[in-house]
């Protein structure tokens, strides 16, 4: 058995498999470690993903839905001729790791996705109702900086000292995130893959309009800026070319009409320049709210390839900032080498008659100030249960306590609601009637 992390991001997916004594490996992806979180509907409603959605897209772009993830507060979306919950378009895109994933090895025996710090619980949700559509069964959700810095301590080998502040600059294809994270003040030094130190957030924030697509927009405008119909495959040539001017200073960009020009460094920075101090900006204004300088800065997405985004951020706050071999994978490497989560042991329930559960308020008002609390949820004859676990931190694996059925609790229960239905409408009177007060105060001296 096996453990898969998956990074499934706004443009791109990455998923790395780890199993005992061997080292973690990213999974390829028609040859690649990088898989396109595009997807697409086709006429019998079957999704598509990846390179093969980017290629059917072609024939009809109303099917065609490039950032999924971005969409995850719709609900679902329109392609074609029918709306697609998006929670199965993400399915769409695990399900295709999950098939790469079975050739590696069979089904894995546990899965840790990773989600934005600023996720809550109901984004949560569709991620792993996502997976659960996707065959991958009951999954463990980490937050993306904190695999990042398991990352940065165990494989780039960077010392994180107790208590020293990581800067966590997620420069994807559809987003930035920017993140503030300590190391447990507690905890010995991590340096060395056997260490997983904790870490704590202490702030976050991001720009969800910001990412590499936005600068591949600006490059195209900028060298093809009269260009009309599907610019797309324009795009696709200026993605190239950027990623190429990251190891060169010259690269060459194919244009609609059959004519090729040439790129440059220069003209790259020059384009990207707003939008890169764009992030900066924002990476400032999240320490600010920190009230914190950082001790290390770690580059991680795709966009991080731009020697630009590093040599801003070192102008701007002192630090030269970590840029790994391939930015793309720290997040999943980083998820598939943390802490396995401690998920406790479920407990046998007592057997008891097969009685229909009662929904109860979980407190009752009887008057001003008087409030009767702990009637939640009751189960079966009486018996009570724990309150759900909404902590959201991936563990939700806990079981519930074994029941206690007593009649003294029914009785007591019965009591309650008496007494309630007695003293709310007596409450009621006594506080907008001078007189009824008076005449029932009376009554009690």
């Not at 340096?191 to 309009?209: E, N, Q």
């Not at 060459?252 to 384009?271: A, K, N």
């Not at 007593?406 to 409450?427: C, D, E, N, Y």
Request: aromatic share 4%; with cysteine; glycine share 10%.
């Amino acid at each position: 058995m096996y453990r898969l992390a998956v990074d499934l991001g706004t443009c791109n997916t990455v998923a790395v498999v780890s199993r005992p004594g061997v080292a973690p490996r990213a999974l390829l992806f028609d040859g690649s470690p990088i898989l396109p979180s595009a997807v697409f509907v086709d006429g019998r409603g079957a999704i598509h993903a990846g390179r093969d959605a980017e290629r059917l897209m072609a024939d009809n772009p109303a099917s065609f839905e490039p950032f999924p993830k971005r969409r995850v507060d719709d609900g679902a979306v329109w392609l074609g001729d029918r709306a697609v919950p998006v929670s199965d378009l993400l399915a769409g895109v695990l399900r295709r790791v999950a098939a790469e994933a079975a050739l590696a090895g069979g089904a894995p025996g546990q899965v840790v996705l990773t989600a934005p710090v600023r996720w809550g619980a109901a984004r949560r949700d569709v991620l792993r109702r996502a997976a659960a559509t996707a065959g991958l069964g009951a999954v463990t959700v980490v937050d993306e900086p904190v695999a990042a810095g398991w990352y940065c301590a165990a494989v780039l080998g960077q010392r994180l000292d107790p208590g020293r502040l990581l800067v966590v600059f997620d420069f994807g294809g559809g987003t930035l995130d920017v993140t503030v994270v300590r190391a447990d003040p507690s905890g010995p030094p991590a340096t060395s893959l056997g260490d997983k130190p904790a870490f704590s957030v202490l702030g976050a924030g991001g720009l969800d309009d910001l990412g590499g697509a936005d600068i591949d927009a600006a490059l195209a405008d900028h060298v093809s800026p009269a260009g009309a119909g599907d610019r797309r495959p324009l795009w696709t040539e200026v993605r190239a070319a950027k990623e190429m001017l990251s190891r060169t200073t010259v690269a060459p960009v194919r244009l609609p009409d059959g004519r090729s020009v040439h790129l440059t460094r220069d003209e790259l920075h020059h384009v990207a320049a707003p939008l890169v101090e764009r992030a900066v900006d924002e990476t400032a204004r999240v320490l600010a709210g920190c009230r914190v300088r950082p001790d290390q800065v770690l580059l991680v997405g795709g966009t991080s390839r731009l020697p630009l985004v590093a040599s801003r951020l070192h102008a701007r706050f002192g630090v030269v900032p970590v840029v790994p071999e391939q930015p793309e994978l720290p997040v999943a490497y980083g998820a598939v080498i943390g802490p396995a989560p401690q998920r406790a042991a479920p407990s046998r329930p007592e057997r008891r008659p097969d009685v229909p559960p009662v929904d109860r308020p979980a407190s009752v008002v009887i008057g001003p100030g008087v409030r009767i609390e702990g009637a939640v949820h009751i189960r079966g004859a009486g018996a009570p249960s724990m309150p759900e676990d909404d902590d959201d931190d991936g563990d939700d694996a806990g079981a519930p306590a074994a029941p206690v059925r007593t009649r003294s609790f029914r009785w007591v229960g019965r009591t309650v609601r008496q007494l309630v239905l007695i003293a709310l409408p007596v409450t009621i009177v006594m506080a907008v009637n001078e007189p009824a007060r008076t005449f029932v105060l009376d009554l009690f001296r």
